[in-house]
C-alpha cells in the first residue's frame, strides 16, 4: 500500500521581533500598551511540543483588531524549565514579538522607546527555523 504525505504551508505574514528585558510579562505588556496604544490582554498558555513528548508552556499576551495583531510572548517556559525555548535559534531573547502592523519600521522604534526594554531587534522570518512554534 503507498503511503501518502501531507504537506502543509503556513502563511508566515507577521514580522518578528527579540527583546531582552529584566521586567515581568506584566509589567512589559503593560509598558507596551502605554507606548503602542495597544491594549495587550493575557491569554492562556501557548503549549508547544517539543521532541520526546514534551510540552512545555509559554507565556502569552494579545492584542487583535481587524486590520492589526499583536502577541507578546515569553521565549523561556513559565515553569522555569530553561533549557526550552519558544525560538531556540535566539535563547538570548527574552521576549518574542509577533506583529502584524501597517507600519512595521515605527513599531521596532517605538519598542526601543519602552522604559524596561533593555534591547529591542527585528528577526528575519529567513533566519527563524522555529516558525511552526508561533503556529497557533
Same mark, same amino acid.
Given at each position: 500500500?503507498?503511503?501518502?504525505? #501531507?504537506?502543509? $504551508?503556513?502563511?508566515?505574514? /507577521?514580522?518578528? *521581533?527579540?527583546?531582552?528585558?529584566?521586567?515581568? @510579562?506584566?509589567?512589559?505588556?503593560?509598558?507596551? +500598551? =502605554? %507606548? #503602542?496604544?495597544? %491594549? #495587550?490582554?493575557?491569554? &492562556?498558555?501557548?503549549?508547544? @511540543?517539543?521532541?520526546? +513528548?514534551?510540552?512545555? @508552556? /509559554?507565556? %502569552? *499576551?494579545? !492584542?487583535?483588531?481587524?486590520?492589526?495583531?499583536?502577541?507578546?510572548?515569553? +521565549?523561556? &517556559?513559565?515553569?522555569?524549565?530553561?533549557?526550552?525555548?519558544?525560538? &531556540?535559534? /535566539? &535563547?538570548?531573547?527574552?521576549?518574542?514579538?509577533?506583529?502584524?502592523? %501597517?507600519?512595521?519600521?515605527?513599531?521596532?522604534?517605538? #519598542?526601543? =522607546?519602552?522604559?524596561?526594554?533593555?534591547?529591542?531587534?527585528?528577526?528575519?522570518? $529567513? $533566519?527563524?527555523?522555529?516558525?511552526? +512554534?508561533?503556529? !497557533?
Amino acid at each position: 500500500m503507498k503511503k501518502r504525505k #501531507l504537506v502543509i $504551508e503556513y502563511d508566515f505574514d /507577521f514580522d518578528v *521581533y527579540g527583546i531582552i528585558s529584566s521586567a515581568k @510579562g506584566y509589567r512589559l505588556a503593560w509598558e507596551l +500598551n =502605554q %507606548h #503602542l496604544g495597544v %491594549h #495587550l490582554v493575557k491569554e &492562556p498558555d501557548i503549549t508547544v @511540543g517539543f521532541p520526546k +513528548n514534551v510540552h512545555i @508552556g /509559554f507565556a %502569552h *499576551y494579545s !492584542f487583535e483588531t481587524h486590520a492589526s495583531t499583536l502577541k507578546l510572548l515569553r +521565549n523561556k &517556559p513559565a515553569d522555569g524549565r530553561g533549557r526550552y525555548y519558544l525560538a &531556540p535559534e /535566539f &535563547p538570548h531573547f527574552d521576549f518574542i514579538v509577533l506583529s502584524r502592523f %501597517h507600519d512595521g519600521d515605527n513599531i521596532l522604534e517605538q #519598542l526601543k =522607546q519602552v522604559p524596561s526594554v533593555e534591547l529591542a531587534a527585528s528577526v528575519a522570518r $529567513e $533566519e527563524l527555523k522555529s516558525k511552526s +512554534n508561533f503556529v !497557533f
